[in-house]
């Protein structure tokens, strides 16, 4: 039997629109074909149009509120409880209106479409067993 994965085992990605733990993907655990993790969007912020060539993805709301556009379209109202399904290739963004945090999970099938976030020039990464901040300053 695996044991569950302990959150502070594995690095946390940071951004100025938010964080990204990412508890299963392949460089974790052993076996697995997909990414599994958490988002969390600030207030006002989001990611911009992009899309996944080789992956679909799945998004499940954990709390907060926002919009979801997909494939170019009006964008319309997430919360929490909400199940967004992204085709492959298509595009999509995400951006929290609320006040809160907006917390996603996330998942790509099959895995890799995460990797392209570390070439982003916000990126940096806090090492597993550290924590994040949810602002950081411009330096």
């Known amino acids: 039997m695996e044991k569950p994965i302990d ?3 594995v690095p946390t990605q940071t951004f100025d629109w938010g964080i990204i733990k990412w508890l299963v993907k392949p460089e974790y655990t052993l076996g697995t ?3 599994f993790g958490e988002v969390i969007l600030l ?3 989001g990611h911009a149009r992009h899309n996944h060539p080789e992956s679909e993805e ?3 709301v954990l709390s907060g509120e926002g ?3 997909i494939n170019d379209e009006e964008p319309f109202p997430i919360k929490a409880g909400d199940t967004i399904y992204v085709s492959l290739g298509v595009y999509h963004s995400t951006l929290n209106t ?3 945090p ?3 999970i996330a998942l790509y099938n099959p895995a890799g479409a995460e990797r ?3 070439t982003a020039p916000d990126y940096k990464e806090v090492p597993a067993g550290q924590l994040p901040t949810l602002q950081r300053s411009s330096t």
């Open 7 to 9: 959150p502070h085992s």
């Open 33 to 35: 074909g997909l990414t």
């Open 43 to 45: 207030p006002g912020k």
């Open 58 to 60: 799945i998004l499940y």
């Open 67 to 69: 919009e979801q556009m």
């Open 98 to 100: 609320g006040w809160e």
């Open 102 to 104: 907006l917390r996603l």
């Open 116 to 118: 392209v976030l570390e």
